[in-house]
């Protein structure tokens, strides 16, 4: 299957400051990118859209000024965490999709463990 | 996209098979009904996806009944490595991978 690469894969920074994540489709183009979030003993919860050259779409309740994301190449999508605070410690994770029409797959990356201290 | 609905927990013992069942009373006609395996901090990783009827691959079989309100996954002689969460999602071709995950299944194999 396609491969879906984040990094880091985990960081701990200190509270007020921005955090930057990279996802990154390696061996195939992916126009639509997704962010999740995902807290301990919870499920998966989708964050945005990321779609190449166009802004993200944010699912409700999501702050779209804290929760930054730039999809500027067919093989990158990048999250950033601004002002970060401990309640935004959490696992997030990526995914993009090889489209094969009905039969789509969606492929996730390894997730970026976020501490903020 | 459906919504679902699955056992919380499972527990088995390793060399049993297991079948975790997923009740998607809601699924529209367009979607496809998919399997994902998660282990602890890390990412979902794609086990089985079918329509209707039973898919089997390597790792699981799925089965669907006819009128696609529920399906079955089924792990044949599962070991320790097995233990994760599953989750079952109802996954639309033209969302280009937009999934909206439920609660998912926690299983526990043990010795």
């Known amino acids: 299957g396609a491969v879906v690469s984040q990094h880091p894969s985990w960081v701990i920074c200190k509270s007020g400051t921005s955090v930057k994540i990279e996802c990154r489709s390696l061996?195939?183009?992916?126009?639509?990118m997704f962010w999740y979030r995902q807290f301990p003993k919870q499920s998966l919860m989708l964050m945005a859209t990321s779609n190449e050259g166009s802004k993200a779409t944010y699912e409700q309740g999501v702050e779209k000024d804290k929760f930054l994301i730039n999809h500027a190449s067919l093989t990158l999508s990048t999250l950033t965490v601004t002002s970060a605070h401990p309640e935004d410690s959490s696992f997030y994770i990526c995914s993009a999709s090889s489209d094969r029409g009905p039969d789509t797959e969606a492929f996730f990356g390894q997730g970026t463990r976020l501490t903020v201290v | 996209l459906a919504k679902t609905t699955q056992p919380i927990s499972m527990d088995s013992y390793e060399g049993q098979e297991v079948n975790i069942t997923c009740s998607h009373n809601n699924i529209a006609t367009n979607d496809y009904i998919t399997w994902y395996q998660q282990f602890p901090s890390q990412g979902p990783r794609f086990i089985i996806q079918g329509y209707k009827t039973k898919v089997t691959n390597e790792v699981a079989s799925l089965f669907i009944p006819a009128d696609r309100k529920s399906s079955t996954l089924s792990l044949p002689r599962v070991s320790l490595s097995d233990t994760a969460v599953y989750y079952c999602l109802g996954m639309r071709g033209n969302q280009g991978g937009k999934l909206i995950f439920g609660q998912g299944t926690e299983l526990s194999v043990k010795p």
């Open positions: 061996d195939f183009q992916a126009t639509t």
